[in-house]
């Protein structure tokens, strides 16, 4: 079993920048990636970003490349989404999840894909005023 809890939503005004954080505990050894998801009233979940625990790779959205970065901290197994340039369309609730699988190319779709994440966290809110 893996837990993970997200950390630093909030509101924001556009043009602005928010760090969220996610940790992991449990059988972290586990993990091979760590996604961010996000929610958007009326909307379906989407995919931001995922990053693989052992090489550090990173991938993103079309949406957020080049104003979210995402990064690891093994030894603090933590998992951090730094977004800047935040515009009203990035307003939802901010999800962290943990994929187990390994096997598939860490740039494929198969990390983008929300069902294929085992664990999951409650979720941070992330507010962006124009």
């Known amino acids: 079993q893996v837990q993970v809890v997200e950390s630093g939503g909030g509101l924001v005004q556009a043009g602005g920048s928010l760090r969220l954080s996610c940790v992991a505990s449990g059988r972290t050894d586990s993990v091979y990636s760590m996604g961010w998801f996000r929610q958007a009233p009326g909307k379906e979940r989407e995919f931001v970003a995922h990053v693989t625990m052992s090489g550090g790779s990173a991938y993103y959205a079309d949406s957020v490349k080049g104003r979210f970065t995402i990064s690891r901290d093994n030894a603090k197994n933590t998992v951090y989404l730094q977004m800047s340039n935040l515009k009203p369309e990035d307003a939802a609730v901010y999800y962290c999840?943990?994929?187990?699988?390994?096997?598939?190319?860490?740039?494929?779709?198969?990390?983008?894909?929300?069902?294929?994440?085992?664990?999951w966290g409650q979720g941070t809110q992330v507010t962006v005023a124009s």
């Open positions: 999840a943990a994929c187990l699988s390994r096997g598939y190319y860490p740039g494929s779709a198969y990390y983008t894909r929300e069902t294929n994440y085992a664990y």
